[in-house]
């Protein structure tokens, strides 16, 4: 099992940048796929970006081209660099750990959310 927690939220105004941080604590960091998702008022969750243990990585389209998913596996953590912020990108962020069991089934496991919001 693993355990998640988040930091690096804050408020920022349009255009600016932010570091999110995922630290994980528990065994078997290398089996999980390492994740960023995001929910903001009103909406449901959504995948922003993930990272497997060999470094591929999928985005969504909306963040793609401004967001960078990167994970240190010595250290047991994961980043999320977020650069060209949007209004629209103002949500709770968490960070996941997936593991998949089998093709059709997996396990998933959260941190508490770090709160991003973008204004002026």
């Known amino acids: 099992q693993v355990q998640l927690v988040e930091s690096g939220g804050d408020l920022v105004q349009p255009g600016g940048s932010l570091r999110l941080s995922c630290a994980a604590s528990g065994s078997g960091f290398m089996v999980y796929v390492m994740g960023w998702y995001r929910q903001a008022p009103g909406k449901t969750r959504e995948l922003v970006a993930d990272?497997?243990?060999?470094?591929?990585?999928t985005y969504a389209d909306s963040v793609k081209g401004r967001f960078t998913i990167s994970r240190d596996n010595d250290k047991k953590m994961v980043y999320l660099q977020m650069n060209s912020l949007k209004p629209e990108d103002t949500a709770v962020y968490y960070c996941n750990a997936r593991y998949d069991i089998t093709t059709t089934l997996r396990a998933d496991y959260w941190g508490q959310g770090t709160q991003v919001t973008v204004s002026s």
């Open positions: 990272i497997n243990s060999g470094g591929r990585t």
